[in-house]
């Protein structure tokens, strides 16, 4: 009988806090005591006015219930809190923060110079619009539905050499992007390969695959 009574208490006890809170209301803690001589008439104590106050007496504030309770409140606060870590995604889907940019264009002062960039002739400016779009490419890029436009969007991607390492350089920093050119044969070509044969296929894509 000891042992069904202290496995009663210890269910209730632990769902009390989770349906009422973590300090239940002397009020709820009768309802618990009464629930429990109500299903369990023979738990009753027949020597007290109410029947329950071995379980809970609120006037005291002691009983079964209540030393229950006492002790999971003094093991949750001596439980360290686990720190939830947050699953980013790694490589080319990741958002990171670009380091210094300089001042970057939006609506239609950005489309004018996403149409200046097609058709210029002078790199030195399209280095300089390249630096000013950069953000707006970097939305196209983590773009599911657009992630495959870069290309069409920025074409001179594709006859404008160091275009791709000034964008790189804008995201990682002078450090990182000069050690993207010594690994990139070694470590980052093979990547970058698997990564665009999972891209939408383009005629642009697989001529740029079958070049690699």
Not at 136 to 144: C, E, I, P, T
Not at 194 to 205: D, G, N
């Amino acid at each position: 009988m000891h042992r069904t009574r202290r496995q009663l208490v210890n269910i209730l006890a632990s769902d009390m806090p989770e349906r009422h809170g973590r300090i239940p209301s002397r009020q709820q803690k009768e309802r618990y005591a009464l629930g429990i001589i109500t299903l369990f008439p023979s738990l009753k104590d027949p020597f007290s006015p109410k029947g329950y106050e071995h379980f809970y007496n609120g006037e005291r504030g002691t009983g079964y219930l209540a030393r229950r309770l006492k002790t999971i409140s003094r093991t949750s606060a001596k439980r360290p809190v686990k720190e939830v870590s947050v699953h980013q995604a790694q490589g080319p889907k990741r958002q990171r923060s670009a380091t210094t940019l300089p001042q970057q264009l939006d609506g239609d002062n950005c489309r004018e110079a996403i149409s200046f960039l097609v058709h210029s002739p002078d790199e030195a400016s399209v280095f300089q619009k390249m630096k000013m779009t950069f953000q707006h490419r970097q939305d196209l890029v983590h773009n599911r539905q657009r992630s495959t436009d870069v290309f069409k969007t920025f074409p001179r991607f594709l006859d404008v050499k160091g275009l791709v390492n000034q964008d790189f350089l804008l995201l990682f920093g002078a450090e990182t992007a000069s050690k993207m050119l010594e690994k990139w044969d070694t470590s980052f070509k093979l990547k970058v390969i698997k990564e665009a044969k999972q891209l939408t296929p383009t005629t642009e894509l697989c001529r740029l695959l079958k070049a690699a």
